[in-house]
């Protein structure tokens, strides 16, 4: 563990952040240890918050730093040529504006490989149905984080299964509000905290 980038993202001292996190790069630190070192500093800020040491701006201001170190580390594909694997539909789902691991999630996938079309926050599930009809996705993957976004996770696996297209892809949930309960409540074909563990099942999904 990096405790001292953990402590300035709790600390909320983003020239910090981002002096360390380019120490770190030139010495050849992978891009997921450092994403994990910010998602470990971002749940000590939630701890403060929760314990009403820190406030609402506070968690904007959190969010405003981790955006800009996620700039200097996740890395784009060319796009003019690289080899499609596959098309995930993304999003942050219904009352959930939380986009940050959702955000890293994309770039990970987009660096293999796929195509993501990004929904953004606080997608309806009929958004999700009417996108699945346009684009016909392999993949459909939610995000979530507050613990209202696993009622809306059901309802929108609920939304494909009555417009029948619930067979025709497969459904990842992500994000802090899933756990293996209610992966079983909402009906996925996985789930997963970590954004890696996430491309993994992608890729198995689309044989690669
Ligand atoms: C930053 C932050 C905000 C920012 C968000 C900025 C943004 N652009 O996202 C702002 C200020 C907007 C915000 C608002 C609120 N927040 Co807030 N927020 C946080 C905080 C501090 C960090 C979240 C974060 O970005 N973490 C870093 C990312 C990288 O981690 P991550 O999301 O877990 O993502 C990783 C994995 O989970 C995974 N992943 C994520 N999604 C997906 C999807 C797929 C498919 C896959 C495969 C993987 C994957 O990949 C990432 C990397 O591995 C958390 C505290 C915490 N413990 O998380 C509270 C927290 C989530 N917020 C909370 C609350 C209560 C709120 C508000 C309701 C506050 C209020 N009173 O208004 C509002 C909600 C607004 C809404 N309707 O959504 C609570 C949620 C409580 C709950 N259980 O419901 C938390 C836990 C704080 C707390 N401890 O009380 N928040």
Same mark, same amino acid.
Do not use: C, P, W
């Given at each position: 563990m990096d405790d001292q980038l953990i402590a300035a993202v709790e600390q909320l001292n983003g020239d910090e952040v981002i002096k360390l996190v380019e120490q770190r790069m030139k010495?050849?630190?992978d891009p997921a240890y450092l994403q994990k070192q910010i998602?470990?500093?971002? *749940?000590?800020?939630g701890i403060l918050y929760e314990k009403g040491d820190y406030f609402i701006a506070?968690? *904007?201001m959190a969010g405003e730093i981790v955006k800009e170190v996620l700039k200097l580390i996740l890395s784009k594909p060319k796009k003019d040529n690289y080899n499609k694997i596959g098309t995930v539909l993304l999003g942050t789902v219904e009352g959930d504006i939380h986009d940050l691991g959702k955000n *890293?999630?994309?770039?990970?996938? !987009?660096? !293999?490989?796929f195509e993501v079309i990004d929904l953004g926050t606080d997608v309806a599930p009929k958004v999700f149905v009417v996108q699945t009809k346009e684009i016909r996705p392999q993949i459909i993957a939610m995000s979530g984080v507050l613990t209202l976004a696993v009622e809306s996770m059901k309802k929108t696996v609920d939304?494909?299964?009555?417009?029948?297209?619930?067979d025709q892809v497969k459904?990842?949930?992500?994000?802090?509000?899933?756990?293996r309960i209610s992966?079983?409540?909402?009906?996925?074909?996985?789930?997963t905290n970590?954004?890696?563990?996430?491309?993994t099942y992608c890729k198995k999904w689309v044989n690669c």
């Open positions: 010495t050849g630190k998602q470990l500093g971002m *749940i000590k800020v506070d968690l *904007i *890293i999630f994309s770039s990970m996938l !987009e660096a !293999e490989g939304a494909l299964i009555s417009h029948g297209l619930r459904v990842l949930i992500g994000g802090n509000a899933v756990n992966f079983e409540y909402i009906g996925a074909d996985a789930f970590n954004a890696d563990e996430g491309v």
